[in-house]
């Protein structure tokens, strides 16, 4: 395994040969999620279709916030390389180690004694909360392997490498849709048997990872390294704010999933089938903001901001470009997409009218997170996390509470409450961003004088 050096070399294409792994890994990793979706749509019943939908929304947080947490050591790996404190890496490695082990434990206590609890506060329809909490329960339990990924995914962000992860969530991948033929279309096991099969999968992709990891790491990693050190706090100083903003944002999620199941097991069901096409939708800005993250750290530290820079605008036109043409299939084909999941004609209309809403979250997205990435590499993690609890709070959540409770209440209206929020979001970052470059030139005008 080697470190991928960003600080040389044509920006565009560096940034889409290490974007497009990690768009790849994304990819498969949500199919995770839609594969069950699908499989329980066709083998299973619709309450099971509901608490896949449901349940899942609850392994999303987690995920998302793993993502957000092991962003800070993709971030300090990225650092140390850029500034070449190769011995920094190691430390960084074994911290994260020790902490993201410990809130595995956490959870695990937390979503398996516990699952029926968190099922009844998504506000499951009555006929779907018992497998909801069975979905929940299950996954609970493997929780150590889902942390597991997104923590070692980080690791090799960090050392420029994102074609690796590719090929553990390919096996995983393949592993999960037999499982889920298996236990689900030829078992019967509906909701239990997708759960299965997705925790199954997730342990063979970790075990291949550690495998290769350890015979191919560049840095040495020893035990004197697995401990709360300095490196694995200036990580979470990083990672804390992210995590948490991504917390905040899931359970806005969560509290959209309650407002729609009031609507009825048909609208519940479609807003599952339309979750995870939005899961799809989002992986573009999403690969766009983890490469983002490795690019501009390695070259701040390198004192390259015009790299840093140029980056984040390159990445803007890569992400629009793809979004326009994913919103131009969600809005005039959802109802295609959403056939996909499911056989049942209602909820596959209720999961277009949510879709037609949310298309322009599939352009939009791809600018602020274009942004988000450049604030990470320069370690701005707090901002992130002020913006997308100002963007949840204020604008997306009442927006949908308050199109959900309308007579006739329409799910494009409440789909729509995406993309106004982004908006928000966005004009945050522009204000903030004249803000950001004046600070650097402040400082690169003190740090002259000081050498002077």
């Given at each position: 395994m080697?470190?991928?050096?960003f600080?040389s070399g044509s ?12 768009l790849?890994?994304l ?6 999620g839609?594969?069950d979706?699908?499989?329980?749509g066709r083998?299973?019943?619709t309450a099971g279709?509901?608490?896949v939908?449901t349940?899942s929304?609850v ?10 947490l092991?962003?800070g ?15 920094r ?6 911290g994260?180690?020790?902490?993201f082990g410990?809130i ?5 206590v937390i979503?398996?004694?516990f699952a029926?609890t968190?099922a ?12 909801t909490?069975?979905?929940i ?6 929780i ?23 090929l553990?969530?390919?096996?995983a ?6 499982g ?10 509906n ?11 997730q ?16 840095y ?12 694995i706090?200036a990580?979470?100083?990083?990672g804390m ?13 969560m509290?959209?999933?309650?407002f729609?199941n009031r609507?009825?097991l048909?609208a519940s ?12 939708v989002?992986?573009v800005p ?7 993250s490795?690019?501009?750290?390695q ?7 015009d790299?840093?820079r140029?980056?984040?605008?390159t990445g803007?036109?890569i992400?629009?470009v ?13 109802n295609?997409l959403?056939g ?10 209720n999961g277009w009218d949510y ?8 352009i939009?997205?791809?600018?602020l997170f274009s942004?988000n990435?450049?604030?990470n ?5 707090f ?5 997308g609890?100002l963007q949840t709070?204020a ?9 959900s ?8 209206k409440?789909?729509?409450a ?7 979001g966005?004009?945050m ?12 030139k402040?400082?690169?005008?003190e ?6």
């Amino acid at each position: 395994m080697k470190d991928n050096n960003f600080t040389s070399g044509s920006i565009l294409k560096k940034l889409v040969k290490f974007m497009f792994p990690i768009l790849g890994s994304l990819v498969l990793q949500a199919m995770y999620g839609a594969v069950d979706l699908l499989v329980v749509g066709r083998f299973g019943t619709t309450a099971g279709l509901s608490g896949v939908s449901t349940g899942s929304q609850v392994l999303n947080l987690v995920t998302f916030v793993m993502t957000g947490l092991s962003m800070g050591v993709t971030v300090e790996i990225g650092h140390a390389i850029g500034e070449e404190r190769r011995d920094r890496i190691g430390p960084v490695i074994g911290g994260s180690v020790l902490v993201f082990g410990l809130i595995s434990i956490v959870l695990c206590v937390i979503m398996v004694p516990f699952a029926r609890t968190i099922a009844v506060l998504m506000q499951a329809p009555q006929e779907a909360v018992d497998l909801t909490a069975q979905y929940i329960r299950i996954c609970g339990a493997g929780i150590f392997f889902i942390i597991a990924y997104n923590l070692i995914s980080a690791i090799f962000r960090g050392l420029g490498d994102s074609h690796t992860p590719l090929l553990f969530v390919l096996i995983a991948c393949i592993i999960n849709v037999i499982g889920d033929l298996v236990l689900v279309a030829g078992f019967h096991m509906n909701v239990a048997g997708a759960a299965i099969a997705t925790v199954a999968a997730q342990a063979v992709s970790v075990v291949l990872s550690l495998i290769i990891m350890k015979k191919s790491l560049p840095y040495e990693v020893s035990r004197k390294d697995i401990r709360f050190n300095h490196e694995i706090k200036a990580a979470m100083q990083v990672g804390m704010p992210l995590g948490l903003q991504e917390l905040l944002t899931q359970i806005s999620f969560m509290a959209l999933c309650a407002f729609v199941n009031r609507l009825g097991l048909e609208a519940s069901s479609g807003y599952g089938i339309a979750s995870k096409i939005v899961s799809f939708v989002m992986l573009v800005p999403s690969s766009l903001n983890q490469s983002m993250s490795s690019f501009v750290s390695q070259n701040a530290s390198a004192g390259r901001e015009d790299r840093a820079r140029r980056a984040m605008f390159t990445g803007m036109g890569i992400g629009i470009v793809i979004g326009i043409i994913i919103y131009i299939g969600i809005y005039f084909r959802g109802n295609v997409l959403a056939g996909f999941f499911s056989t049942d004609a209602a909820a596959v209309l209720n999961g277009w009218d949510y879709l037609k809403g949310f298309a322009p979250e599939a352009i939009v997205t791809a600018v602020l997170f274009s942004f988000n990435g450049y604030y990470n590499g320069h370690d701005k993690s707090f901002f992130i996390m002020i913006s997308g609890i100002l963007q949840t709070f204020a604008v997306r959540l009442p927006l949908a509470c308050y199109q959900s409770v309308q007579p006739n209440a329409s799910l494009t209206k409440i789909g729509f409450a995406a993309p106004c929020a982004t908006t928000f979001g966005i004009i945050m970052c522009v204000i903030y961003y004249f803000i950001f470059q004046k600070e650097l030139k402040q400082t690169k005008r003190e740090t002259a004088e000081t050498l002077s």
